[in-house]
């Protein structure tokens, strides 16, 4: 029997036997790779997932601006010394106002008893 007639006999098998191998190589790529349909629901998930997470970062560079302005607003120490500096020069002039005011209240005290003392006299008091 040549090759010729053992395929002449036995080819529909053989063509059988192609055609299931066929059909399980499709469902098993099917099974084992990504539909179009699936991958593109599954990238618009991930495009929002990404979108999100950009203006998470974007809110979180806003903030990171804005606390590095206000952190440069702050004084600096060589502030704090002048103010400090300045705070006491002012507690020294208050001290010496208070000396002043307490020097000047006794002789306001002298000069309110002989007012008193006069007002007195001049009314018919004793």
Known sequence: MTLWEIFWKYGWAFVLL????????????SRQFVTHTFFEA???????????I???QAEADNV???????????????????????????????KASQAEVRGLASGVGRIERVV????ESHIGGK
Request: proline share 2%; charged share 20%; net charge negative.
């Open 18 to 29: 192609l055609q299931a191998l066929a059909l399980w190589v499709s469902w098993s790529m």
């Open 42 to 52: 599954f990238s618009k998930g991930m495009d929002e997932r990404f979108k999100q």
């Open 54 to 56: 950009e203006l998470r």
């Open 64 to 94: 990171h601006t804005q606390i590095a302005a206000t952190l440069a607003a702050l004084p600096t120490a060589k502030d704090i010394h002048r103010l400090e500096v300045g705070l006491t020069a002012i507690e020294g002039s208050v």
């Open 116 to 119: 008193d003392i006069i007002t």
